[in-house]
């Protein structure tokens, strides 16, 4: 458990519900960004986005929302060009029931302080839950060496497709099933992360059906075909950091006696093992949390119900070395 000297700050609570962050680092501060509505499925979501600084401070705090839409569980990431991208999946307030008219949409962080217009992304009731960023180092040509890439899953149908491209302009499909029910007898395939090391790739896949056990994958560049391996626990809105030695950082959600908690977890990539090194404070409603590396730490915002009679959102921060075991 998580000791009580550790410091956890409480960073938002005005929305009546607050939840599902993500965060990043972009120039020299802290970005959380996450869904503010009246409830965990109400259809009146909008984005805030918090600047913070390096004490957690914070600095400024833009919204965006959308008419007629619920805008559910929203991402940053920083463009190989330095430019801040957010994505997001909007729901159709209107009509919710009918996934084919829900889209991912992102936008673009204006050099004045503005965001940009929405510019829709991927295909229509497929979620594209997260997109990073790979450099090819091999390009020959006039062909870009960066690329965004990122699964996208569909409920009814049970699988993921993965993307590739560049999201302020056109994402196409490597992959109509790198991961399914029908293929690998895997069912409910869901949220994701991945990250890159040089031409190999790293997913974690949250599963929602049978045993409801996280798959990591495994890929090498173009990246088209993946193998999987059960990580034998539950995890809620996966997020992964790579650390150093083979290893990587994974958060999220996680059932700890029969409770709902955000935890962290130390993934050795070698032995495909998770090793469970800290669950925060936290409750109920809870978990989504996003990981970055500032300032030679561990920073991780996440939100939680465990206290002030609603979801919250909360940051921490760790030395590497405190999130090693005992």
């Known amino acids: 458990m998580l000791k009580e000297k550790k410091l956890v700050s409480l960073i938002w609570d005005k929305g009546k519900h607050n939840a599902f962050t993500d965060l990043c680092v972009f120039e020299g501060s802290l970005w959380c960004c996450f869904r503010e509505a009246t409830n965990h499925v109400s259809k009146d979501g909008l984005i805030r986005i918090l600047q913070l600084n390096s004490n957690g401070e914070l600095l400024n705090v833009d919204t965006i929302r959308m008419p007629e839409a619920d805008l559910r569980d929203p991402k940053l990431t920083v463009t190989p060009e330095g430019q801040l991208l957010l994505l997001a999946y909007r729901v159709n307030a209107k009509n919710s029931m009918h996934i084919n008219n829900h889209q991912p949409v992102c936008w673009l962080h204006n050099v004045n302080g503005t965001w940009s217009m929405e510019r829709s992304v991927g295909n229509s009731g497929w979620w594209l839950w997260r997109i990073r960023w790979h450099r090819n180092a091999n390009v020959i040509g006039d062909l870009p060496d960066h690329a965004a890439f990122g699964f996208a899953y569909n409920m009814r149908q049970e699988r993921l497709m993965f993307y590739s491209g560049d999201p302020r302009r056109k994402m196409t499909i490597v992959n109509e099933d790198a ?130 009679g609603k979801s919250c959102i909360y940051l921490t921060h760790f030395e590497r070395e405190e999130l090693i075991p005992c």
């Open 179 to 308: 991961l399914s029910k029908r293929k690998d007898g895997l069912g409910y395939p869901n949220e994701s992360d991945l990250f890159f090391d040089h031409e190999k790739a790293f997913a974690v896949v949250r599963r929602d059906a049978d045993t409801y056990t996280a798959q990591l994958g495994e890929s090498t560049y173009p990246f088209k075909n993946w193998k999987w391996y059960d990580l034998g626990e539950y995890i809620g809105g996966p997020c992964i950091l790579p650390l150093s030695n083979n290893q990587a950082l994974v958060a999220g959600r996680i059932f700890n006696k029969k409770q709902l908690k955000t935890a962290l977890w130390l993934l050795d990539l070698h032995s495909k093992k998770l090793t469970l090194s800290k669950i925060l404070p936290s409750g109920g409603d809870n978990s989504y949390p996003g990981l970055a590396l500032f300032n030679d730490k561990v920073s991780v915002s996440y939100y939680s119900s465990h206290q002030h």
